[in-house]
């Protein structure tokens, strides 16, 4: 252990000894912990094997990976920099898909890596997957997305009546050539009608380091991982905002715990004006994403038109209640951690039942990025998804 470690840990010591208590017969003497205490020892010993182990950390920093460029085009080198870590056997990238199948590894030595010649399955991909550093075959770092530049089939639609009040509306009944539902004859017959896009063109590559959300509220945190896989440009878009600021001092103006049947439904927020109004300025087109809005999981809310998201997001409370949102708006991400905040927010006291408009609204305090954890091969990061802690509309345990 180093001099100065050794200064901080008598700090420490003598840290303990002021704020442990003293008796009424002694206010003068304070006492000293016992050297020979068994739990001082213990301590002690963690304390100095975690300044050792910063001080190993110092000395040997982990290989590390980043993008040279977030763009490439259709056949340029995917280049990506990996620095080496001191003493390391052999560095190894894995290309994952989201469910931790690999789908092509090569070893490489650090520097300048091509992508797309050490991975040939790069070339192939129709969506997202991930390349994970790996030293002495141990994944180290968050990964990088590499998302080819694919523009999403056309979207079909068309008018229907809802179950419940019996307004019209636009829904979403197909992609391109392929209906959400083969089984629905009335979509069927529409079918004949529908003009085949243009073919899927690949404009090139975006590649990024994985990243998570954390949301800061006035509840506590939720932490999400992102989706993009299934929405790409959902999950850039929010990263974007995120990044930027933009969600920050907003906060959740619609709470609807539960839907007129009694099944857990939203919380809503992502609107700077808090009026379910707002946005950043911008419709997003909607995308084909197939991630079930079950509990936690994070989707764009939008108008009727169905290319008309921008900000505002809603995080599912419950699979009953949402399951009839899938294919309707664009899922793009899922808490792994909070599900505490988000059962708080959702037991908000309302003011107006019809809009779900909360007596006070719970506050996004920032929205900001952290690197997300190293992926692992074999391990679908999904299954971490948080569960509910109360149930429907009833405060968590550790709700405030």
């Known amino acids: 252990m180093s001099r100065n470690a050794h200064a901080a840990l008598l700090t420490i010591v003598a840290g303990c000894a002021i704020a442990m208590p003293v008796s009424a017969q002694d206010q003068s003497a304070r006492a000293r912990p016992d050297a020979s205490d068994a739990a001082v020892q213990e301590r002690l010993r963690r304390y100095r094997n975690s300044v050792d182990q910063q001080e190993r950390d110092r000395a ?19 280049e990506v920099v990996v620095r080496g870590a001191p003493n390391s056997e052999s560095h190894t990238l894995l290309l994952l898909d989201a469910q931790g199948e690999v789908l092509s590894l090569a070893r490489i030595e650090p520097g300048r ?8 399955a790069i070339a192939s991909l129709a969506q997202a997957a991930w390349v994970q550093l790996a030293q002495d075959e141990t994944p180290i770092g968050a990964p990088l997305v590499v998302q080819p530049l694919r523009e999403p089939p ?6 229907a009546t809802r179950p419940t009040g019996g307004d019209s509306y636009t829904k ?16 069927q017959s529409l079918r004949a009608a529908w003009i085949e896009g243009d073919p899927p063109i690949s404009s090139g590559f975006r590649t990024y380091t994985e990243m998570d959300a954390i949301i800061r509220t006035d ?18 878009n929010f990263r974007t905002l995120a990044r930027e600021g933009f969600f920050d001092a907003g906060g959740f103006h619609r709470v609807v715990p539960v839907d007129r049947e009694g ?22 087109a909607l995308e084909p994403s197939r991630l079930p809005h079950d509990y936690g999981v994070i989707s764009m809310a939008r108008a009727d038109e169905p290319h008309s998201a921008g900000s505002q997001f809603f995080i ?16 793009f991400g899922y808490a792994v951690d909070g599900n505490r905040t988000i059962d708080s927010i959702a037991a908000t006291p309302i003011a107006d039942v019809s809009s779900g408009r909360p007596e006070a609204i719970p506050k996004i305090l920032t929205i900001r990025l952290v690197e997300a954890p190293s992926r692992m091969p074999g391990i679908d990061r999904r299954q971490s998804r948080v569960a509910a802690s109360a149930p429907a509309g009833k405060s968590a345990p550790t709700g405030r």
């Open 60 to 78: 040997t920093p982990p290989a590390t990976m980043r993008p040279a460029r977030l763009y490439t085009g259709p056949t340029a080198p995917i």
């Open 316 to 331: 599912a409370l419950g699979r009953e209640g949402c399951a009839r949102l899938d294919g309707q708006y664009c899922a």
């Open 263 to 284: 099944r857990p439904f939203v919380i809503q927020g992502g609107d700077p004006t808090q009026t379910g109004n707002g946005g950043p300025g911008y419709a997003l």
């Open 219 to 236: 509840h506590g945190e939720v932490r999400i991982a992102f989706s993009p896989d299934e929405a790409p440009s959902t999950v850039w």
């Open 113 to 120: 890596v091509d992508l797309r010649a050490a991975l040939p």
């Open 172 to 187: 979403v009944v197909g992609w391109g050539t392929d209906p959400l539902d083969p089984a629905d004859e009335t979509v």
């Open 154 to 159: 056309p979207v079909r639609t068309m008018r």
